[in-house]
């Protein structure tokens, strides 16, 4: 008997492994955990986002286990077109009861729609959506808490501090995507549905571990694809990254209606909801909590709560006029100017953007005459506020040169306005409503761009000082200065300082 000749065997049978192995390796790819790319082979470095050891393999099919010969066979359904004229109702809202969260999300929650809420961790995101799903279940609606982080015992605890325990909420502790919209497709639908966390769920139509790129993207697709189905409003809580971004795929944030953002400072009890994205309201507004030991306080006047501890008669502080979205807000704003030991001078900012405070120095240098190379600067914004409007260079500066000379400004002046780079002092926005909140909370003065008098509509009492340009703003603040009373050795050094009013008012006349 002749042997089997085995090498024709392995040539009809080699190029059929290859084909499969090949089908199988063009299924998956390595992808970055942080920003979404997708990359053929491993590497250590993501190069969209520069971020190390994040890429993991995945399988990228898409979110369907159909075979390929049934999806190849597949014929769409036919859909009715319907035209731009005909009868449109708005869509109708459900308050929260919480009169801060319904300011951000424009009026309470669209049915249907789905909002993503990110925060650090501890920031009050649990809390706050506990406090808003008992208020409605309180009111008679059917509210749904599903945690993928907690037990049901975990949740309950917080529900008994924050003295919520009676409030008929439905618990769950789930992480299946298809179980959670099973159970909720039972019954009358829900009018809110917290999903705490979209990192943590999870569905088969996809072969990833839960927090992938690929799993949150699918489940994201199948709860809010269930919302607009149903009609039920539904929360989505995401993860943040360490420089305060949603984790996650970016598609996410466009395939939600709303993305909100829970800001706040760990040692402030202030916390502050602003809206980064609303298709059914404004994108500027915010709403301003309190933590206290019964959960998050809602804070009617945000003004004068970031004005409680302001420390007056201290040189380096200016009260700044904002507006955040409809509101007007005032908040202090701290400044400190210290002779540096250091090569190159530092320059902090916290609550307000370091680009905008580069500006205003290389301002106050060329334009003022204010020599800040030699020094330390340091701008902090009270009670742990974000500022983002550029109204704020005017007070930024005044606060600047107020510490650069030690002279107190004012302790009842608000300041507002924009700097431009030529030092001209540019308009603001909605300059009577800042007006008003200013002599609501007892202020006397205001310090504001000259072109704006004709914006002015009720001033309140207050005495307007107009500025054209910043020269004359500094001329004003170096004219209020005093030496400063320290014990410093260095004579000469402390010359240099006490000498600063007057070269100031030599320099701008």
């Given at each position: 008997?002749?042997?089997?000749?085995?090498s024709m065997?392995?040539m009809r049978?080699?190029?059929?492994?290859r084909?499969?192995?090949?089908?199988a390796r063009?299924?998956?790819?390595f992808?970055?955990?942080?920003?979404?790319?997708?990359?053929?082979?491993w590497?250590?470095k993501c190069?969209s986002?520069?971020?190390w050891?994040?890429?993991?393999?995945?399988?990228?099919?898409?979110a369907?286990?159909?075979?390929?010969s049934?999806r190849?066979?597949?014929?769409?359904r036919t859909?009715?077109?319907e035209?731009?004229?005909?009868?449109s109702?708005?869509a109708p809202?459900?308050p929260?009861g919480?009169?801060?969260?319904?300011?951000?999300?424009?009026?309470?929650f669209?049915?249907?729609?789905?909002?993503?809420?990110?925060?650090?961790?501890?920031?009050g995101?649990?809390?706050?959506l506990?406090?808003?799903?008992?208020?409605?279940?309180?009111?008679?609606?059917?509210?749904?808490y599903i945690?993928?982080?907690e037990a049901?015992?975990?949740?309950?605890?917080r529900?008994?501090?924050?003295?919520?325990?009676?409030?008929p909420?439905q618990?769950?502790?789930?992480t299946s995507?298809?179980?959670?919209v099973?159970?909720?497709?039972?019954g009358?639908?829900?009018?809110?549905?917290?999903i705490?966390?979209i990192q943590t769920?999870w569905?088969?139509?996809?072969?990833?571990?839960?927090?992938?790129v690929?799993?949150v993207r699918?489940s994201?697709q199948?709860?809010?694809?269930?919302?607009?189905k149903?009609?039920?409003a539904?929360i989505?809580?995401?993860?943040?990254t360490k420089?305060?971004?949603?984790?996650?795929p970016?598609?996410?944030?466009?395939?939600?209606?709303?993305?909100?953002?829970?800001?706040?400072?760990g040692?402030?009890?202030?916390?502050i909801?602003r809206?980064?994205?609303n298709?059914?309201?404004p994108?500027?507004?915010?709403?301003?909590?309190?933590?206290?030991g019964?959960?998050?306080?809602?804070?009617?006047?945000p003004?004068?709560?970031?004005?409680s501890?302001r420390?007056l008669?201290s040189?380096g502080?200016?009260?700044?006029?904002?507006?955040?979205?409809?509101?007007?807000?005032?908040?202090?704003?701290?400044?400190?100017?210290?002779?540096?030991?250091l090569g190159?001078?530092?320059r902090a900012v916290?609550?307000w953007d370091p680009s905008r405070?580069s500006m205003?120095?290389?301002?106050?240098?060329?334009?003022c005459g204010?020599?800040?190379?030699?020094?330390?600067?340091?701008l902090?914004?009270?009670?742990g506020?974000?500022?983002?409007?550029?109204?704020?260079?005017l007070?930024?500066a005044a606060?600047?040169v107020?510490?650069l000379?030690n002279a107190?400004l004012?302790?009842?002046?608000?300041?507002?306005?924009?700097?431009?780079?030529?030092g001209?002092?540019r308009p603001?926005a909605?300059?009577s409503?800042?007006?008003k909140?200013?002599?609501?909370?007892?202020?006397?003065?205001?310090?504001l761009?000259?072109?704006?008098?004709?914006?002015?509509?009720?001033?309140?009492g207050l005495?307007?000082?107009s500025?054209?340009?910043l020269?004359?703003?500094?001329?004003?603040?170096?004219?209020?200065?005093?030496p400063?009373n320290?014990r410093?050795?260095?004579r000469?050094?402390?010359?240099e300082k006490?000498?600063t009013?007057?070269?100031?008012?030599?320099?701008?006349?």
């Amino acid at each position: 008997m002749l042997a089997p000749d085995h090498s024709m065997l392995w040539m009809r049978i080699k190029p059929q492994s290859r084909l499969t192995s090949s089908m199988a390796r063009s299924t998956l790819s390595f992808v970055c955990q942080n920003c979404g790319a997708a990359y053929n082979r491993w590497q250590g470095k993501c190069d969209s986002c520069d971020e190390w050891n994040t890429l993991s393999e995945e399988d990228t099919t898409g979110a369907t286990s159909m075979p390929l010969s049934v999806r190849s066979r597949r014929k769409g359904r036919t859909f009715a077109l319907e035209s731009l004229t005909g009868k449109s109702n708005d869509a109708p809202r459900l308050p929260s009861g919480m009169t801060e969260l319904d300011r951000v999300t424009g009026g309470g929650f669209v049915r249907g729609s789905v909002l993503l809420v990110g925060g650090d961790p501890g920031i009050g995101k649990s809390t706050l959506l506990t406090q808003a799903t008992s208020i409605l279940a309180r009111a008679g609606h059917r509210a749904v808490y599903i945690s993928g982080e907690e037990a049901v015992a975990q949740v309950r605890l917080r529900a008994e501090r924050l003295g919520l325990a009676d409030a008929p909420v439905q618990l769950a502790a789930e992480t299946s995507v298809e179980d959670i919209v099973s159970t909720l497709s039972q019954g009358a639908v829900p009018r809110l549905i917290v999903i705490d966390s979209i990192q943590t769920m999870w569905t088969d139509t996809v072969e990833s571990a839960p927090g992938t790129v690929t799993q949150v993207r699918a489940s994201a697709q199948a709860l809010i694809r269930f919302a607009k189905k149903s009609g039920a409003a539904i929360i989505l809580v995401g993860h943040v990254t360490k420089d305060g971004q949603i984790a996650g795929p970016r598609v996410v944030e466009h395939m939600v209606d709303a993305v909100l953002s829970f800001e706040g400072e760990g040692s402030q009890q202030f916390r502050i909801l602003r809206a980064v994205k609303n298709r059914f309201g404004p994108t500027d507004e915010i709403g301003v909590f309190e933590m206290t030991g019964l959960g998050l306080r809602e804070v009617s006047n945000p003004s004068e709560l970031f004005l409680s501890e302001r420390d007056l008669g201290s040189p380096g502080t200016a009260v700044f006029a904002g507006i955040e979205g409809t509101r007007p807000v005032l908040v202090e704003l701290q400044a400190l100017v210290a002779p540096t030991t250091l090569g190159t001078p530092r320059r902090a900012v916290v609550g307000w953007d370091p680009s905008r405070l580069s500006m205003v120095l290389a301002v106050l240098e060329a334009h003022c005459g204010v020599k800040l190379s030699g020094y330390d600067v340091y701008l902090n914004v009270a009670g742990g506020l974000r500022i983002q409007e550029p109204a704020a260079d005017l007070a930024a500066a005044a606060a600047l040169v107020s510490s650069l000379v030690n002279a107190p400004l004012p302790t009842d002046a608000v300041y507002f306005g924009e700097i431009s780079l030529s030092g001209a002092v540019r308009p603001v926005a909605q300059t009577s409503a800042r007006l008003k909140e200013a002599a609501k909370l007892g202020f006397g003065r205001a310090v504001l761009p000259e072109s704006a008098r004709g914006e002015v509509g009720g001033d309140g009492g207050l005495a307007l000082n107009s500025i054209g340009g910043l020269t004359s703003l500094v001329a004003q603040i170096a004219a209020r200065g005093n030496p400063r009373n320290n014990r410093d050795n260095n004579r000469e050094g402390a010359a240099e300082k006490n000498a600063t009013p007057a070269r100031f008012r030599r320099e701008n006349g």
